[in-house]
T-cell receptor
């Protein structure tokens, strides 16, 4: 089936630096791209999303970029804090109204 | 606001046992999902349902059954639990496939 590739799987950064996660998708008809954050022992929660009519979206310390030609989207966490340590998942809507396809996740670790 | 509840929170089963997990949502969402998450890994879609009595297979449907008894509830059955199986089963709901998915707290399965 369709897949969403997410890299890197593990990301270690220093507090105050930025962290970037990249995802690629297969279906050019995909129109919705959410990002979820999952803290240890918790359920995933939506932190930001972008639709195909936009190329960039920013909320607080998060930036999402979408390149439809390359079928690539990315999450950038600016000025990382220890509270940003978590697993992050990207997802893309596939063709035909089926369920979102999730990436395999990135474990982000922010050290003081 | 709304809430998703999953029961039980912890489930311990024996090899070969048939086990049922339940999920309820009061968002009045049309679509509901079941995911499996192995420790430190991504989300794998088992089944989803776009309306009452509808059922759609995900990539991981083999070994599972599901039932959407009514709009607010979606149950998952492990048809024959595998020895040493450990995973968290997450239920989610959304307005439709291009909107935010809200996740429940999960059911943690251990098979002895």
């Amino acid at each position: 089936g369709e897949q969403v590739e997410q890299l890197p799987s593990i990301l270690r950064v220093q507090e105050g630096s930025s962290a970037s996660i990249n995802c690629t998708y297969e279906n050019s008809a995909s129109n919705y791209f959410p990002w979820y954050k999952q803290e240890p022992g918790e359920n995933p929660k939506l932190i930001i999303d972008i639709r195909s009519n936009m190329e960039r979206k920013q909320t607080q310390g998060l930036i999402v970029l979408l390149d439809k030609k390359a079928k690539r989207f990315s999450l950038h966490i600016t000025d990382t804090q220890p509270g940003d340590s978590a697993m992050y998942f990207c997802a893309a809507s596939p063709q035909g109204g089926r369920a979102l396809i999730f990436g395999t996740g990135t474990t982000v670790s922010v050290s003081p | 606001g709304g809430i998703i509840t999953q029961t039980p929170k912890f489930l311990i089963g024996q090899e070969g046992q048939k086990l049922t997990l339940k999920c309820q949502q009061n968002f009045n969402h049309d679509t509901m999902y079941w995911y499996r998450q192995d420790s430190g890994k991504g989300l794998r879609l088992i089944y989803y349902s776009i309306t009452e009595n509808d059922l759609q297979k995900g990539d991981l449907s083999e070994g599972y059954d599901a039932s959407r008894e009514k709009k607010s509830s979606f149950s998952l059955t492990v048809t024959s639990a595998q020895k040493n199986e450990m995973a968290v089963f997450l239920c989610a709901s959304s307005r439709d496939n291009s909107y935010e998915q809200y996740f429940g707290p999960g059911t943690r399965l251990t098979v002895l």
